[in-house]
């Protein structure tokens, strides 16, 4: 049975990783008693799922966990989710069943997975928590990981209401702060506030340490924070930078223009124009306020 | 009284600030009882330094603070020290009263300050414990901000030994890892692991909030922590900045160089080489280590 300010369960999650991990702790500690399904693609990982304890049944056959669900979630790589989507679109859905998913991009997702539900009864909706770690697998699975979180979720394009209500209720119950936007603006905004974050992690790290690695043993804090994503998976990474490939593209090259600015600046030996450099800054990264440490989640 | 293995007192910490702050909390912390005297350029200051009781004497006169003291820190901006060395050098010094700074860049304050201290009977030895926060003054300063810190000590010239010793003895009483390398090698170094994550995380701040603020609300700990430094005082770190320019502007070369990298092979659509690319940047990152986020300080 389902409120409407409930969890709506049976709870499908496919790929038992960091995101499906906690996931299915998040909804345990939220809602106990929930029946929680976990689909894995190698038996291992299922019986590693069935040790854990974590969920109510771990299975490979996507129909075994897909069929009469509530509510299912897709926690792969985005790369794999169109065909993953055609194999449970083929299953006995239950009417209403919300279908969502944890990828990082949300234009080619959904312009892949909505029409693959369509007249199956169930609805798409696309949905990004803000939530994750440098760490993979569910080892680095936390029950709080979604807590103060924002939550971005896509209104499906038929407009389908109840679908898009189950999908706030859903990541409202685990904590999340619920936004909604369409999948163009979601791409758009999450290129600049979490696909750039990444690369220039990745390039700070270079650019600090290829002459000389071992400058690494007088790093502090500053290094270990400003670098600390670049510690993330290449392979899914390399994967989500090209799904949002024009939008990262527009953000590299912003920063690739602020750096030849700043460049300039050094250059030029103006340090009140260096300091209003770094103030811009300061001033538009403040706007995170002081509590933010504690409230965003992890991404 | 002063053992070999002690902090030599009484300890003369010059400015208020956040480190300076911490130091007369961690002194306090690890060597109970010892004298600490605090001087500050502003007789309010000094009066809040006394209100507090972190300190066994507060005072705005250079000659109080100096006089007699067996250590002395200068917590100043950079830019100031070279005439407050001055002041100090005027003042009676203990015969082999070590002097020493927190300085982001060395090279620039060890050739202004070693001579100022020549025939003083005093010996400036350049110190820079890689611990500090985005936050300033005194308010956020903490007795265990220095603990598992790195702190870089650059050698005095003309070799003497036992002012070194007295400087390494100190921080590593305050619970830092203590590297030697000369100035030169630590702007470098520096300009790397500390001054580049810095000015990387305004160019993350701006590239990614310039066009669109309103992404802030999708913020999570991405952007959190590649950003966080940008949070700091845009004076203080324009100083540092034009300290160590040389350094800083090739370190910032190499950023602009791995950015144009990046850029072309997203253009280019080839999803190996951007894992390759982003595989490179996770095989230096992951030799911090996992403890990093315990073990060292932030700066």
């Given at each position: 049975m389902n409120r409407a300010d409930q969890i709506p369960e049976p709870v499908a999650v496919f790929g038992p990783g960091l995101l499906g991990g906690s996931l299915a702790l998040a909804v345990r500690r939220r809602m106990p008693g929930a029946e929680v399904r976990i689909w894995c693609r190698r038996e291992e990982?299922?019986?590693?799922?069935?040790?854990?304890?974590?969920?109510?049944?771990?299975?490979?056959?996507?129909?075994?966990?897909?069929?009469?669900?509530?509510?299912?979630?897709?926690?792969?790589?985005v790369g794999v989710m169109p065909a993953l989507a055609?194999?449970?679109?083929?299953?006995?859905?239950?009417?209403?069943?919300?279908?969502?998913?944890?990828?990082?991009?949300?234009?080619?997702?959904?312009?892949?997975?909505?029409?693959v539900f369509a007249n199956t009864g169930a609805v798409f909706v696309g949905s990004h928590?803000?939530?994750?770690s440098e760490k993979t697998g569910i080892d680095a699975a936390r029950e709080?990981?979604?807590?103060?979180?924002?939550?971005?979720?896509?209104?499906?394009?038929?407009?389908?209401?109840?679908?898009?209500?189950?999908?706030?209720?859903?990541?409202?119950?685990?904590?999340?702060?619920?936004?909604?936007?369409?999948?163009?603006?979601?791409?758009?905004?999450?290129?600049?506030?979490?696909?750039?974050?990444?690369?220039?992690?990745?390039?700070?790290?270079?650019?600090?340490?290829?002459?000389?690695?071992?400058?690494l043993k007088c790093a502090a804090g500053g290094f270990r924070d400003t670098t600390r994503?670049?510690?993330?998976?290449?392979a899914m990474w390399a994967g989500i930078l090209s799904e949002n490939r024009s939008e990262v593209l527009a953000a590299l090259r912003d920063a690739a223009g602020a750096t030849r600015e700043l460049l300039e600046i050094v250059e030029g030996l103006d340090e009140e124009k260096l300091r209003l450099f770094l103030a811009e800054a300061k001033n538009l990264r403040d706007r995170l306020g002081p509590g933010a440490a504690a409230a965003y989640g992890n991404d």
């Open positions: 990982a299922a019986a590693d799922v069935r040790e854990r304890g974590i969920a109510s049944m771990a299975s490979t056959s996507v129909r075994d966990v897909a069929s009469g669900a509530a509510f299912i979630i897709l926690c792969t790589p055609r194999q449970i679109a083929a299953c006995e859905l239950v009417r209403d069943c919300a279908v969502t998913d944890v990828g990082s991009v949300k234009g080619s997702i959904v312009a892949a997975l909505e029409p928590p803000m939530a994750g709080d990981l979604f807590e103060g979180a924002a939550c971005i979720v896509t209104p499906p394009s038929a407009g389908e209401a109840a679908a898009l209500a189950r999908v706030r209720v859903f990541w409202s119950a685990l904590g999340c702060r619920v936004l909604e936007m369409s999948a163009t603006e979601h791409d758009r905004k999450v290129a600049r506030i979490s696909h750039l974050p990444h690369v220039m992690a990745a390039i700070t790290t270079l650019a600090s340490l290829r002459p000389d690695a071992d400058a994503v670049a510690g993330g998976d290449p």
